[in-house]
């Protein structure tokens, strides 16, 4: 199924996915593009229940299309995207590699923006977007907002990843060398991000164009500890500011030492999203 390809391919969508059909469906379904240019690839990372093309495309257009490699066993998600990688490297004449997570929902003008940005402005390798965290059970839904430019971006990364992973896209020529490092559980897109700004230049659009589920029985929900302890070691492996490596840390130490439950709450109060009535922002070149 699926029309066949042209080459290159303007993206590669990867989506590794592990018992979340359903989400995995959403997500495919949410993304807009000329079908012929870009490519699913799922990483099916050891489901209970192996996911298989045909039973994806009784929920999605025949003109989707989709690759699938499979995990036997689960081996956790740094490993397969890095498979991920590896397989669309070798397989695939790609330009860039947009990420999304199942559950999570791209605006229909996402990757056209992005890609737009990134022609025009050659000297960036890395972009990400503004979005929206939703629980989707409550409906209630807060705004992730960050600096949009590479100097404020360095500055904020001692603080908080600003890079929300199901956002990013990178070009493949610059940045194929790079993999999720696996040294940092539960935080390999941090450390991948941390490693990337380090050597390229990199942007936020401030758009919101992908909405995030907020899923509390998601990775970071359920490894939350271990994930504060490895953006510890990611800022003290890249951060060369000691000012602001010792306020990275400290602002880690309150949240190790804050409930789950209490940050988020605070997060939904202050950046509290009501659909429909927020104006979209402008998309800023640089």
Not at 107 to 119: N, T
Request: hydrophobic share 40%.
């Amino acid at each position: 199924m699926g029309n066949e390809l042209y080459s290159p391919l303007d993206i590669c969508v990867l989506i590794p996915c592990h018992n979340n059909v359903s989400g995995l469906i959403e997500s495919i379904n949410s993304i807009v593009y000329d079908h012929r240019k870009f490519l699913v690839l799922v990483v099916d990372d050891g489901s209970a229940v192996a996911i298989t093309r045909n039973a994806l495309y009784q929920y999605l257009p025949a003109t989707v299309n989709i690759q699938l490699i499979r995990l036997r066993q689960n081996q956790g998600i740094t490993k397969a995207l890095n498979e991920g990688l590896e397989f669309v490297y070798a397989n695939h004449d790609v330009r860039f590699i947009a990420r999304l997570d199942c559950g999570d929902i791209c605006s229909p003008d996402r990757f056209f923006k992005q890609i737009a940005f990134l022609e025009k402005n050659p000297g960036i390798d890395l972009v990400g977007t503004w979005c929206y965290f939703r629980n989707m059970d409550t409906g209630v839904a807060y705004k992730y907002i960050t600096p949009t430019e590479h100097g404020l971006i360095k500055r904020s990364m001692y603080f908080r990843n600003v890079f929300v992973h199901p956002t990013v896209m990178w070009r493949v020529d610059v940045l194929h060398a790079f993999r999720y490092p696996e040294k940092y559980p539960h935080a390999e897109d941090y450390g991948l991000f941390y490693d990337m700004i380090s050597k390229n230049r990199t942007a936020i659009l401030d758009d919101f164009l992908v909405t995030c589920e907020i899923n509390k029985k998601g990775i970071s929900f359920l490894n939350r500890p271990e994930q504060l302890k490895s953006r510890l070691k990611v800022i003290r492996n890249y951060g060369k500011n000691k000012l602001l490596l010792a306020a990275g840390t400290v602002k880690l130490a309150i949240l190790m030492a804050l409930p789950y439950q209490f940050i988020s709450g605070f997060k939904a109060l202050m950046y509290k999203h009501k659909p429909g009535i927020m104006k979209k922002e402008k998309v800023k070149l640089l």
